[in-house]
T-cell receptor, first 107, second 118 residues
Framework: EIVLTQSPGTLSLSPGERATLSCRAS???????VAWYQQKPGQAPRLVMY???SRAVGIPDRFSGGGSGTDFSLTISGLEPEDFAVYFC?????????FGQGTKVEI | EVQLLQSGAQVKKPGESLKISCQGS????????IGWVRQMPGKGLEWMGI????????KYSPSFEGHVTISADRSINTAFLEWSSLKASDSAIYYC???????????WGQGTLITVSS
C-alpha cells in the first residue's frame, strides 16, 4: 500500500501567516489523486481539497493545493483563527486508500 | 443539505457482536458510495471499506476485510458496519463517509464511539 508521510508534525504560526503543509508518498500517486481534510477537536474531518488542487465546496480561496507524483502540498495563505486544526492528506490513486498521519496547525 | 446521521456510542465486551448504522439524507442514497473510516484514540484515519448502494458493490481495505462487514438497506437510506466478534483494539471512533467517486470523501457523519473493554 502507499504510505503517506506528512511534515511537519506541528506547525506553530500566527493569524495572517502562511502555512505550507507537505505530504510525501512512498510511490507515485496516479493522476495526482490526493485529497486533504481538516479536522478540528471533537469534530469529524471535512474535505478541503481533492485532485491535489481542486477546492471542495465552501472552502475559501486562501486554501490552495499542488504537487504531483510523490510530493504534494497544501498552502493556507493568510491564516484565519478558524484554520487552526489538524490536516490529513489522503491518496486514492491505488487501493487501499491511505491517509497521512496529520499535521497540526497551531497558534 | 447532505446529512449522515450515525447511531450512538456503544460500550461492548470482547467477543460480542455489534452493528452500527449511518442514515443518509439530502441526496440520492443509491448514487453515492458510502463507507467507513476508523480513527483510533488520538490517532490518524484509516479507510475500512466502501459500498455502492446502486448495485451493492463493496470494496474493503485488506486491513479490515474478514473482520467487519459493510452493508446497506436502500429502503431506509442506511448503511451498516458490523462486527461478529469485537476485540479491545476495535475501540475507536468510526466515521461514515460518502463519495461520488468511491475514492475521496465528500461528506462525513458525526462519528460513533465504540469502546470494547472487559
Amino acid at each position: 500500500e502507499i504510505v503517506l508521510t506528512q511534515s511537519p508534525g506541528t506547525l506553530s504560526l500566527s493569524p495572517g501567516e502562511r502555512a505550507t503543509l507537505s505530504c510525501r508518498a512512498s510511490q507515485r500517486v496516479s493522476d495526482d489523486y490526493v485529497a486533504w481534510y481538516q479536522q478540528k477537536p471533537g469534530q469529524a474531518p471535512r474535505l478541503v481539497m481533492y485532485g491535489a488542487s481542486s477546492r471542495a465546496v465552501g472552502i475559501p480561496d486562501r486554501f490552495s493545493g499542488g504537487g504531483s507524483g510523490t510530493d504534494f502540498s497544501l498552502t493556507i495563505s493568510g491564516l484565519e483563527p478558524e484554520d487552526f486544526a489538524v490536516y490529513f492528506c489522503q491518496q486514492y490513486g491505488r487501493s487501499p486508500w491511505t491517509f497521512g498521519q496529520g499535521t497540526k496547525v497551531e497558534i | 443539505e447532505v446529512q449522515l446521521l450515525q447511531s450512538g456510542a456503544q460500550v461492548k465486551k470482547p467477543g460480542e457482536s455489534l452493528k452500527i448504522s449511518c442514515q443518509g439524507s439530502g441526496y440520492t442514497f443509491r448514487d453515492y458510495w458510502i463507507g467507513w473510516v476508523r480513527q483510533m484514540p488520538g490517532k490518524g484515519l484509516e479507510w475500512m471499506g466502501i459500498l455502492y448502494p446502486g448495485d451493492f458493490d463493496t470494496k474493503y481495505s485488506p486491513s479490515f476485510e474478514g473482520h467487519v462487514t459493510i452493508s446497506a438497506d436502500r429502503s431506509i437510506n442506511t448503511a451498516f458496519l458490523e462486527w461478529s466478534s469485537l476485540k479491545a483494539s476495535d475501540s475507536a471512533i468510526y466515521y461514515c463517509v460518502i463519495s461520488g467517486w468511491g475514492a475521496y470523501f465528500d461528506y462525513w457523519g458525526q462519528g460513533t464511539l465504540i469502546t470494547v473493554s472487559s
